[in-house]
Every structure is written in structure tokens, then in C-alpha cells.
């Protein structure tokens, strides 16, 4: 058993005030670079990630950047860790993932002057859907997307909005709580036109990533995985999720 694993083992045997403390000295010789896209910055799961990794002692630093640089950044260990993504067949390929922390549904945003309905993804072969691009919601989507879906690809949420509000997209893919999020801050004057397309494309879970090539990717995850259930335990998740709105399921 290496050092930091028999440390790890007497840390849990120890009162948690206690755990705190030691965790926030070793904290700082053990740095961690995060990265993220730019509309999590501020959020429930960058705080919850935050708040594990410093739980089990390591210093993390966070990036936000569009979502393709974050990801590919990851996989190239640019950075250490990818914040918060859906887990694909892909993606698994080159990054090993977290225990879950958090949810969401993915959904499809549409004007309410369109009359646009569907109960097969292949029944939106008509319209162009903005997405954000390297982002992914559920194989038969990802695989119509590549195949016939007629797709206009952004950094933002926020510029897919811009698009439907002038006519240039009819429809537009993602959270649900982060469009909510827009409709009531950036665009809350236009927040009555749209509405969402039940039910939702899907409920996805949000991990965090490490890529394959890291040398520390096992290592990493199982101490992150450790932090996270210590904060489940104590209450510190709950009390996140609680002061931010997000859903606990």
C-alpha cells in the first residue's frame, strides 16, 4: 500500500473536524487542475467537485473554457480532470469516470409560434437544431446526428437562443436547467415566447473525467470518489444542493 493510500485509510478513522484540517494542509502540495465549460462556472457541480477533492487533501484549481477545448484538453492531459460530463460509449474509450454528481434532463427548446412536435427522433429530420458542439445526449440522437440530423453547432447555450429568437435554428438541444437559468437572467424580456418539447430526450448524469493517459487517472478517481461519499455522509452535499436549486436525484 503506497503512502498516500495508508494515509487516506487513517484519515477515515479520524474525528471529521480533524479530517478537515489535514486535508486542508496537505492541500497544498497536491494541486489539480479542473476544466470546465463556461456555464458551470459558479454552479453546484463545480462546487460539489471542489469540496470532495479537498475533502481527501488536494488543492484544485478550476478552468472554464468552451466545451470542445475542455474536453479535448482533458484527453490530452492538458488538464487533470474534465468537470461534470455525460458518460457515451466514446468517451469511455480515452477517459475514466466519477460516481455520479448530479443530474439533468436533455431537452429540445422551440418558440411557442412553431408547431413543431415529435415522438421520434427520426421526425426531426426537417428542422436545423442548434447543439453545442462535442457535447452528446443519448446514442440513437448522437447516431442520427451524425447520419441526417441537420445540426448547427455553438460554444453556448446562449447563442443557440439568439438563433431560434431570429429565426435562424427551430429548435435547440440542452439542460434543461441551464436554459432555465438564461430565461430568467439574459434573456428573461423574451423568456415567455419559448417553451420546452415534452417529455425530455433524456436524463442524464454527470461525472467527472479523467483522461487514460494521466498517470495518476486511477488514483485520482478513487480519491475523488472517497471525497464525495464523505461529503454525502456528512451533509455537505446536501446543504450544496439545497443552496443552489439543483435536483438531488
Not at 489539480?32 to 460539489?48: R, T
Not at 480515452?94 to 427548446?109: A, F, R
Not at 457535447?135 to 447520419?147: I, L, Q
Request: glycine share 6%.
Amino acid at each position: 500500500m503506497s503512502i498516500k493510500c495508508l494515509t487516506m485509510v487513517i484519515l477515515m478513522l479520524l474525528p471529521l473536524n480533524f479530517v478537515h484540517y489535514v486535508s486542508d494542509v496537505c492541500a497544498q502540495d497536491n494541486p489539480i487542475v479542473i476544466a470546465g465549460d463556461m456555464e458551470k462556472e459558479g454552479g453546484y457541480l463545480a462546487e460539489i467537485t471542489d469540496a470532495a477533492f479537498r475533502r481527501v487533501g488536494y488543492d484544485p484549481k478550476f478552468i472554464f473554457v468552451p466545451w470542445a477545448r475542455a474536453l479535448s484538453g482533458t484527453i490530452a492531459t492538458e488538464y487533470d480532470v474534465l468537470l461534470a460530463a455525460y458518460q457515451t460509449e466514446e468517451r469511455g474509450k480515452v477517459l475514466l469516470y466519477s460516481n455520479p454528481i448530479g443530474t439533468t434532463d436533455v431537452i429540445l427548446l422551440k418558440l411557442k409560434t412553431r408547431d413543431i412536435h415529435f415522438s421520434r427522433i427520426e421526425d426531426l429530420r426537417p428542422y436545423r437544431i442548434g447543439h453545442i458542439k462535442g457535447s452528446k445526449v443519448n446514442k440513437e440522437f448522437d447516431e442520427a446526428e451524425k447520419k441526417y440530423l441537420k445540426i448547427d453547432y455553438v460554444k453556448d447555450a446562449q447563442y443557440n437562443i439568439k438563433k431560434l429568437l431570429a429565426g435562424r435554428i427551430d429548435l435547440a438541444v440542452e439542460k434543461k436547467e441551464r436554459i432555465e437559468q438564461l430565461l430568467k437572467t439574459a434573456f428573461r424580456d423574451y423568456a415567455d415566447r419559448f417553451e420546452f418539447i415534452t417529455p425530455p430526450l433524456q436524463k442524464n448524469f454527470f461525472c467527472n473525467c479523467i483522461s487514460k493517459k494521466h498517470e495518476s487517472s486511477y488514483q485520482i478517481i478513487y480519491d475523488f470518489n472517497r471525497g464525495l461519499r464523505m461529503i454525502q455522509e456528512d451533509g455537505t452535499l446536501d446543504a450544496i444542493l439545497e443552496r443552489h436549486g439543483a435536483p438531488s436525484e
